[in-house]
């Protein structure tokens, strides 16, 4: 039954995006920051974990994934260190999606001919 909510919760997702996208014309950024901020807020309620909790990889693989992750370890490490805690709780849970967003476009623009 998991293999089924996690592909409803991800589905609806991704469905709620693509309207976004062809009922307002808007721009894939916009998806992104509205998404990331969507997923931080779900989390400052306490929603995002309870939908992790129910769908496992529906939710937690798309980018509202990305928004509950900062928000998550900026307030964990934000209690235990302060407003330095905030900047290191960021980064701590999220360096390793940076990193290999960063490295595996370094490596698509090497292996294909990036317009632009």
């Not at 307002?24 to 309620?45: Q, R, S, Y």
């Not at 490490?77 to 990193?99: D, N, V």
């Amino acid at each position: 039954m998991i293999f089924l909510y996690a592909f409803l919760v991800g589905g609806a997702i991704c469905l709620i995006g693509q309207l976004l996208l062809d009922i307002f014309k808007w721009t894939p950024a916009h998806l992104v920051v509205i998404f990331v901020v969507l997923g931080a807020v779900l989390d400052v309620f306490g929603l995002y974990d309870r939908l992790i909790d129910f769908a496992g990889a529906g939710a937690s693989v798309p980018i509202t994934s990305f928004g509950h992750s900062l928000l998550h370890g900026a307030m964990s490490e934000g209690h235990q260190h302060g407003y330095l805690g905030i900047a290191i709780g960021i980064f701590k849970l999220t360096s390793a999606g940076i990193t290999s967003a960063i490295l595996f476009g370094f490596l698509v623009a090497l292996l294909f001919k990036p317009k632009g």
